[in-house]
C-alpha cells in the first residue's frame, strides 16, 4: 500500500505538536509519515526526539498483540518559514522532491503577538462575558504595525498568507498523484488551525478590507483567521474538480506557548479558571 504524507506547519509546539503525537500513535495508514514543517531546525529536532520517545513508552504501553501489527511510521523535519516567501517556496521545492503525494496539510503555524494583558478589559468580560473571554484575545492588548523583511504584515504572513503561498505553489504536484495513489475519493486534504476570534471580528466588523493585512488595526491575530477561513472556502470552490478538499478547525482554548511572550503561566491559569467557572455552568443549565 502506498506510503502517506501528513505535513504540519508549526508542528514543533503547542496543537502542531499535539496534532503529530495523534497521527504518531494512531496512524490513519499502515505506511505513514509525519512531517514537522517548522522555521527552526533545532527545536523540529527537539521535538521530533521527544514525540518518538513518548511514542516508545505508548507502545510498550500496549498489550503486545498491538504491539506486534505496529504500524510503519516515520517522523521528519522541514525547514519552513510561513512569513517568510522564499522559505515558502524552498519548502514547497522540498515536499515534492521528498515525497511522492503530500496528503494532509496541517496549516497550523500561527503567532498572536501581544504587548501586555488588558487587566481591565479582562477583568471586565470575566464577569459580564466570560464565553467571549475564553474564546476571544481580548485579554490582551495586540501589537500593531509588525512588517516582515518583505513589507508584508507579519501575523498576516505567517498566519495566513505564507500557507496560501504554498498551497498554490504546490498545486500542479497536488493535482497529478501517482497512479497507484489514486483510488477515487483519494486525494489532499489541507486543514487549517482557525480560531472562534474569526468570527468575532466577522461580526464586530472590524475586518477592514482597504487594510486586510491588518498593519494599523489592533486585531491582526483575528483578521489573519478570518482571511484563512475566507482562503479556506475559496480554495474548495477554486478545486471543484480537482482532488484536494479544504477544511477550518477550531481547537477550542488550549494552553500553549501562543502567549508565552508576555509570561503566559498567568493567563493560561485566569483561562483555565474561567473556562471551568463557565463550563459548570453550562453543565449546570443542560441538567
Ligand atoms: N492555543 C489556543 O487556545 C488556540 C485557539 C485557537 C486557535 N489556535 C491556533 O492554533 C495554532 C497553533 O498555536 P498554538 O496555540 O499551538 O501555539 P504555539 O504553541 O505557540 O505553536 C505555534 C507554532 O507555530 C510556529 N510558528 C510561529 N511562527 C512561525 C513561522 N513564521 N513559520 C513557521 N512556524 C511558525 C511556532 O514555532 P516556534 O516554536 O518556532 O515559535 C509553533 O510551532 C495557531 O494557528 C493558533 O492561532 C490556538
Known amino acids: 500500500m502506498a506510503r502517506k504524507v501528513a505535513v504540519i506547519t508549526g508542528g ?14 494512531d496512524p490513519p495508514y499502515p505506511h505513514f509519515t509525519i512531517v514537522l514543517a517548522c522555521r527552526n531546525l533545532q527545536r523540529a529536532d527537539e521535538a521530533r526526539a521527544s514525540l518518538l520517545a513518548a511514542h516508545a513508552a505508548e507502545l510498550l504501553e500496549r498489550d503486545d498483540d498491538q504491539a506486534t501489527t505496529k504500524p510503519d511510521v516515520d517522523v521528519q523535519v522541514l525547514q519552513l518559514d510561513t512569513s517568510r516567501p522564499a522559505s515558502v517556496l524552498a519548502a514547497a521545492r522540498d515536499i515534492r522532491r521528498r515525497f511522492a ?18 487587566y481591565l478589559r ?23 504595525g509588525q512588517l516582515t523583511p518583505e513589507g508584508l504584515g507579519l501575523v498576516f504572513a505567517t498566519n495566513a498568507f505564507g500557507h496560501y503561498l504554498l498551497i498554490r505553489t504546490l498545486e500542479p504536484y497536488l493535482f497529478n498523484r501517482p497512479a497507484d495513489h489514486g483510488s477515487e475519493g483519494d486525494g489532499t486534504r489541507i ?7 474569526s468570527a468575532h471580528i466577522g461580526s464586530t466588523g472590524a475586518f477592514r478590507p482597504d487594510d486586510y493585512q491588518h498593519i494599523e488595526g489592533p486585531n491582526p491575530y483575528e483578521s489573519s483567521k478570518m482571511i484563512g477561513d475566507t482562503v479556506s472556502m475559496y480554495l474548495n470552490q477554486r478545486y471543484a474538480d480537482k482532488p484536494v478538499w479544504s477544511f477550518i478547525t477550531e481547537p477550542g482554548t488550549v494552553a500553549s506557548n501562543i502567549y508565552a511572550e508576555i509570561g503566559n503561566w498567568l493567563l493560561s491559569l485566569i483561562i483555565v479558571l474561567v473556562n471551568y467557572a463557565v463550563s459548570g455552568r453550562q453543565r449546570l443549565f443542560s441538567d
Open 101 to 118: 503525494t503530500l496528503d494532509y496539510l496541517f496549516c497550523n503555524a500561527g503567532i498572536l503577538p501581544a504587548s501586555s494583558i488588558a
Open 191 to 197: 486543514i487549517w488551525t482557525s480560531s472562534n476570534t
Open 12 to 25: 514543533n509546539s503547542g496543537i502542531g505538536y499535539g496534532i503529530a503525537q495523534r497521527l504518531l500513535d
Open 122 to 144: 479582562a477583568a471586565y468580560y470575566i464577569f459580564s462575558a466570560p464565553h467571549y473571554f475564553i474564546t476571544s484575545s481580548v485579554a490582551l492588548n495586540q501589537v500593531r
